[in-house]
């Protein structure tokens, strides 16, 4: 294949699934209906939906056939057994623990070492990250460094964390610092990737201080091959071999398999520490289920086995990067603001530099998000002050960017759609001085408002 530019899908449509085409009349009723709230759409009333890349990918033929291997025994299932060492060939990390998914790893977790007083630092957060951080009365700081809050500013590793800054916390309070956390690659700054020379850096550090550092690894793969053609004297390595070498910096990790497991459901929490795994397992028992299934069917263990062999295969992260930047760079081409260089698993577009006349209290990105909706069914995610400009106390501060995040399920949309997205994003950023701003409606939510608040828009 080497001498043809086009890089192609590389798979052939297996089953379909219909879209429902929409008009404009219909959407506008929808999203009226839906108090402006992108999440409470019904998927049907959705052209394009690029809401997320978790658990909205397709499954490959194998995945299906792995899913009949399904065994529902209550304890000690085959299957476990195949997701265990499916999951200790990328990551050996002495315990595994599977959850239903990411955040349920992230509850036991943080119920287990964090708590008032305590401090857990990221490069970013995601925002249950957060959410189940503070909710055990802990401090979530995130340390990224200064160049992954820049949008524009083109950097090879925009994920990576500030390691001065981490030193300067841990120096103060590392008695207080249960775990630091590493996000790859890091989806609320961009999808942007972290180096292996600032794990190994951050590794360092926290070794100075005795503290663990754990990866929230969902999107290991698309970082991993960040790395193999970002990094210097990476480029001949192969991918599970990258892996490897980010699990054997950290301590342990969290997963979402709705990522890079390639299956629809699925996630776990793994470590060496014998203690805290006890501690992790017993809760695990009340809320998950027996440590051999976790949240899940003996059928998803399949499914995520078999999608970590598929997710570091080569062909399909040189596709499933260059298809996210096909779409980046078309809306740089057209003038559209995006965030670069263009993350791993989405593009996201910076609604307060296309939107300047809306403050970040009004959230820009959620009438950049509404409207690219309202004029082609697209359905974005707003990630922003909307999601993140709410304190524990109540208070209100816009977030540090305000973006519109174009998420890219794995294996699902063509060439064709991404095409449409572009021509849509195009006509609405056209015409973004007629877009007007909104406001939440009270009472809030206390944690998570983006996924229930209730919109208005301003007049
Ligand atoms: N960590 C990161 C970096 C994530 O992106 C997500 C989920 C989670 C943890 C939680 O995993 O959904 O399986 O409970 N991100 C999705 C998204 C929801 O749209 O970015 P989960």
Redesign the pocket.
């Known amino acids: 294949m080497d001498r043809w530019r086009t890089i192609i899908e590389p798979f052939r449509i297996h089953a379909v699934e219909p879209i429902r085409l929409t008009s404009r009349a219909e959407r506008l009723r929808a999203i009226e209906a839906a108090d402006w709230n992108l999440f409470n759409l019904h998927a049907d009333d959705v052209v394009i939906d690029l809401l ?3 658990g909205t990918g397709a499954m490959s033929r194998d995945q299906w056939a792995a899913i009949q291997h399904g065994d529902e025994s209550y304890a000690g299932s085959p299957s476990w057994y195949v997701f265990l060492e499916a999951v200790q060939e990328l990551f050996p990390f002495r315990h595994v623990i599977p959850t239903h ?4 790893a ?1 509850k036991i977790l943080f119920s287990v070492i964090a708590g008032p007083g305590k401090i857990v630092p990221n490069n970013t957060h ?1 925002d ?2 957060r959410a189940n951080v503070e909710f055990t009365g802990a401090e979530a700081v995130d340390l990224v460094i200064p160049e992954g809050r820049q949008p524009a500013l083109e950097h090879p590793f925009k994920g990576n964390m500030d390691v001065a800054a981490l030193e300067r916390l841990l120096a103060e309070r590392a008695a207080d610092v249960p775990v630091v956390f590493v ?1 790859v690659t890091n ?1 609320s700054g961009g999808g942007q990737p972290v180096s292996l020379e600032n794990l190994r850096a951050v590794r360092a550090v926290c070794d100075r201080y005795g503290v663990p550092l754990f990866l ?1 690894a ?1 999107r290991f793969a698309e970082n991993a091959w960040f790395i193999k053609t970002r990094e210097p004297g990476q480029a001949e390595r192969a991918i599970p071999d990258i892996v490897r070498e980010m699990a054997s910096l950290a301590d342990g990790m969290t997963m ?1 398999a ?2 890079d497991g390639l299956a629809n459901i699925g ?1 776990w929490l793994a470590m060496n520490d014998d203690g805290l795994a006890e501690r992790c397992r017993n809760l695990l028992i009340l809320t998950e289920g027996f440590p051999t299934y976790g949240g899940l069917a003996g059928r998803d263990l399949e499914a995520i086995a078999q999608g970590l062999r598929e997710v570091v295969e080569e062909d399909y992260l040189r596709y499933r990067i260059r298809s996210t930047a096909y779409l980046g760079e078309a809306l740089d081409a057209v003038g559209v603001p995006v965030v670069k260089p263009f993350g791993g698993h989405a593009v996201y577009i910076d609604a307060r530099a296309l939107l300047p006349h809306i403050p970040p209290l009004e959230y820009p990105g959620q009438a950049l998000a509404v409207a690219l909706y309202v004029e082609g069914g697209i359905r974005g ?1 707003e990630i922003g002050t909307v999601m993140f400009g709410r304190r524990p106390d109540g208070s209100e501060a816009p977030a540090p960017m305000d973006l519109v995040r174009l ?1 890219i399920p794995r294996r699902t949309y063509t060439q064709s759609h991404v095409d449409y997205v572009i021509e849509v994003v195009r006509w609405v950023a056209e015409r973004a001085s007629e877009l007007r701003g909104y406001r939440i409606l009270e009472p809030q939510p206390p944690q998570l408002r983006h996924f229930t608040a209730r919109f208005q828009p301003l007049a």
Request: charged fraction near 30%; include cysteine; glycine fraction near 10%.
């Open positions: 997320t890349d978790s998914q990411g955040r349920a992230e995601f249950t990250t996000t989806n929230d969902c979402s709705k990522k996630g995610c998420a």
